[in-house]
Structure formats: structure tokens, C-alpha cells
């Protein structure tokens, strides 16, 4: 079954810290995608990548930067973590030109509370 | 920036009720999208539509794509609790690699 993991369900940092989400897929795509969601806003997109070591703007990218260091691999780093933050962020990843058959596939999330 | 609006944003109804939920644009997308999410889950596709007019089943749901491609609805026969969940729709750029997301539908179905 394909996956796509991120590697916690639920954070609590302090604001101030610097965080990292990590999202790792085992199905070879190219295209991957953070998100934040928030009640009554939606899916906002914060930062894509369609390569290694590519990485371009969201619509949401202010506060947040990320890394693409192998093609499995994505990670959203908070530089310096405020309470406007907490959120629930979701990892996706989506076959190059593809997305039309197979749609993107989201990981569980990760509940990020900053405090 | 294409948007997409749905409504409701909200729906709580009795099992084996019908619903029809809506997704909106101004904007032409070359395919659409319908996801599931269920809660502490992310959203898992359902289905996809290209054509203009296109109607896909899925079992008691039926997904339909307005002739313009500006446009969907999900409509749910005699829905049941399992079906409890937030629905979004999604619409594919032209270049085959980025979907905007509406805002979705919060159904709760109660037995």
C-alpha cells in the first residue's frame, strides 16, 4: 500500500523554537506539497517541490521555509515558531503529470499547537 | 489565483436522507476533484472528472462535472453515518500537477 508518513501526529512547541516537519513517501513521486488547515479556511498551500532540491512558493510561504535534500523526503521547517502557526499541517505527494488518473495522496498530519 | 467555493459548509442529517453538496468557480479547470477527509485522517481521493457533463457513480454517491468545467456536485442516496466526513473538492491546473482546494462540506450523518 503506498504511503505517505509524517513523523508526528501531534506537536506542542513553544513559540520562539524552531520546527521541523518531516513527510517521507515510498512511492517514487515527484511532486511534492505542504499544507496547513484550518477550520473555515481550507487546504492553504505553503510551499511545493517538483524535484529534489527544487522548492517553489505557495500561497501561504511567510514564516516557513523548506528542504528537499532526496526525491522521498520533504520538510517544513517553522524558522521561529509563533502561536498564529498552530495548525494541522498535511504532507502530500502526486505522480509527475499524473495527477488527473491518481490525485494526490495526504498523509495522516501533523496537529502543531504552539504555545 | 483560481477559488472554489462549496457549500454547505455544514450538513448534519438522519441516515437514509438524500444531500447534494456544491462546488463552485469562475474559473475553467481541466479536471475536478473530490476528496474524503475523515478526522485525525487526511483527505483520500474519491473520484476524478474531465469532460464537461461528465457523471460518475460511486456506489450511492454520484459526482457530476457542470458543462462549463466551472462547477461540480456530489449528491449522497440515503446517506449513512459511515459517510460522516469532510468533502472537498479539488480543481486541476492545466498543466496536470496542481489542485486548488474549496473550503469543503462538514457532513455529519447521525443513525
Known amino acids: 500500500d503506498v504511503k505517505v508518513t509524517q513523523s508526528s501526529r501531534y506537536l506542542v512547541k513553544r513559540t520562539g523554537e524552531k520546527v521541523f516537519l518531516e513527510c517521507v513517501q515510498d512511492m517514487d513521486h515527484e511532486n511534492m506539497f505542504w499544507y496547513r488547515q484550518d477550520p473555515g479556511l481550507g487546504l492553504r498551500l505553503i510551499y511545493f517541490s517538483y524535484d529534489v532540491k527544487m522548492k517553489e512558493k505557495g500561497d501561504i510561504p511567510e514564516g516557513y521555509s523548506v528542504s528537499r535534500e532526496k526525491k522521498e523526503r520533504f520538510s517544513l521547517i517553522l524558522e521561529s515558531a509563533s502561536t498564529n502557526q498552530t495548525s494541522m499541517y498535511l504532507c502530500a505527494s502526486s505522480l509527475d503529470g499524473r495527477t488527473i488518473n491518481y490525485g494526490y495522496t495526504f498523509g495522516s498530519g501533523t496537529r502543531l499547537t504552539v504555545v | 489565483t483560481q477559488l472554489l467555493e462549496q457549500s454547505p459548509q455544514f450538513l448534519s442529517i438522519q441516515e437514509g436522507e438524500n444531500l447534494t453538496v456544491y462546488c463552485n468557480s469562475s474559473?475553467?479547470?481541466?479536471?475536478l476533484q473530490w476528496y474524503r477527509q475523515e478526522p485525525g485522517e487526511g483527505p483520500v481521493l474519491l473520484v476524478t472528472?474531465?469532460?464537461?457533463?461528465e457523471v460518475k457513480k460511486l456506489k450511492r454517491l454520484t459526482f457530476q462535472f457542470g458543462d462549463a468545467r466551472k462547477d461540480s456536485s456530489l449528491h449522497i442516496t440515503a446517506a449513512q453515518p459511515g459517510d460522516t466526513g469532510l468533502y472537498l473538492c479539488a480543481g486541476e491546473d492545466n498543466a496536470g500537477n496542481m489542485l486548488t482546494f474549496g473550503g469543503g462540506t462538514r457532513l455529519m450523518v447521525k443513525p
Open positions: 474559473s475553467v479547470f481541466s479536471s
Open positions: 472528472v474531465v469532460t464537461g457533463g
